[in-house]
């Protein structure tokens, strides 16, 4: 009983900081006003590796459930990434599924905001097919 306890504030407190949107800033210097730059969000099963010339140094936690957002400045870039779930097969049997890393292109306007978009698997099936050639786009969102 004591241990559960013990563990379970823990535990809440974890997932509290493994929930929600981590903000990055992708340029030099100062915090520039929103106006001037454009927002991208990434949902935790897409791993960014690279966006243009910035690299994303964040350790990679498969329990890491955070949507990611870039403040990014105005301009052209290629994102580089890679899909990463963790799939339930059968009660407590998990699968971790994985794509080889590949880029999107896409070009950022000023106070725009846009977001990866994929259909996400929910099966093992289906996370091997989409891992073998992942489809992802980027749509500009309100």
């Known amino acids: 009983m004591y241990k559960?306890?013990?563990?379970?504030?823990?535990?809440?407190?974890?997932s509290s900081c493994l929930s929600?949107?981590?903000?990055?800033?992708?340029?030099?210097g100062a915090a520039k006003p929103a106006a001037k730059l454009a927002?991208?969000?990434v949902d935790p099963e897409i791993l960014v590796l690279?966006?243009?010339k910035y690299y994303d140094k964040t350790p990679i936690l498969s329990f890491?459930?955070?949507?990611?957002?870039?403040?990014?400045?105005?301009?052209?870039?290629t994102i580089k990434m890679k899909y990463h779930a963790i799939i339930e097969l059968k009660g407590d049997d998990l699968v971790k599924i994985s794509s080889?890393?590949?880029?999107?292109?896409?070009?950022?306007?000023k106070g725009k905001r846009y977001k990866l978009n994929f259909k996400n698997p929910t099966n093992f099936k289906?996370?091997?097919?989409?891992?073998a050639a992942p489809n992802v786009t980027i749509e500009e969102i309100n």
């Open 100 to 109: 080889q890393p590949f880029d999107v292109e896409f070009k950022a306007k």
């Open 64 to 77: 890491d459930m955070r949507v990611k957002q870039y403040d990014i400045l105005p301009g052209t870039y």
């Open 50 to 52: 690279k966006i243009s």
């Open 4 to 14: 559960k306890i013990c563990i379970l504030p823990l535990v809440f407190v974890l």
């Open 126 to 131: 289906d996370a091997k097919k989409f891992a």
């Open 20 to 28: 929600g949107t981590k903000h990055y800033q992708l340029y030099p």
């Open 39 to 41: 927002k991208l969000t």
